[in-house]
């Protein structure tokens, strides 16, 4: 029997674009539902991940670079009886613009040898103090590559959009109070809506339900805040969580390590 084993290593480089570097290997830890406020670049180096995006199940294989939109919920595991080793890189909205969300929905893994080799010899160059000219040479045109796949799907410009109707409203209402947070009742009073019927909308628009998606925002806040070099008792204050208690709890959850752990494998 393979018992449960993890390896995680986590910085936040000082490239413009990259959010975090995150290196991981897992046996048996499976990843719920969740989202990122960031584009999650993936390359799995040993093993195979399956997870849903949109309804729809995907793997990893090893010619292929995964690609997952922000804001869209997504999970993950094994697919493998060893687990797998993975490097992923977490980019914000200045490489990739959210009109092309819709197009890496529909399809995130990318088979293309070019990228792959691209994607892992950037991985090299942050892993190196003193290459950042070289990461970011690397990272440009990698977000070109990136952008010419995705642009070439927009032809199915009868997709619709994430974030239309009741159910975006909603995501719109929890992203402004990530922090603080939203309670249903004021949530319903503001979109005029009953509370069970926001409930069943947004579930049913992002396969999520309000609450899980809010504390997956709240983690990814965490996870920059630790690589900050913040203690957890101070993260957990600063990200809307009740204490570390409550904060472990979900990061363990979502990350696949507690929040010390984390922390203390970061660079």
Known sequence: MVTDQ????????????????????????????????????????????????????????????????????????????????????????????????????????????????????????LARPGDELEAESRLALIGERLRAHLRRRIVDAGRPGHGEGLAGSLRELLDEHVTEGLLLADAARLLHAHPAHLVRAFSGAYGIPPHQYLMSRRVGRARRLLLDGLPPGEVAVATGFCDQAHLTRHFKRLVGVPPGRYRLGAR
């Not at 670079?65 to 804001?71: C, E, N, R, T």
């Open 6 to 125: 993890s390896d995680v290593s986590a910085w936040r480089p000082r490239i413009p674009g990259v959010v975090e570097v995150f290196h991981a290997r897992f046996t048996e830890y499976a990843y719920p539902m969740h989202v990122h406020d960031a584009w999650t670049l993936l390359i799995v180096d040993d093993g195979a991940v399956r997870y849903d995006l949109d309804r729809h199940e995907h793997g990893t294989p090893h010619d292929t670079v995964s690609l997952l939109p922000p804001h869209v919920p997504h999970n993950g595991s094994p697919a493998t009886p060893h687990g797998f080793r993975k490097r992923v890189l977490y980019l914000d909205g200045s490489l990739l613009g959210d009109e092309l969300i819709g197009p890496a929905v529909d399809g995130p893994g990318l088979r293309d040898p070019v990228l792959r080799l691209r994607v892992g010899q950037l991985h090299a160059a």
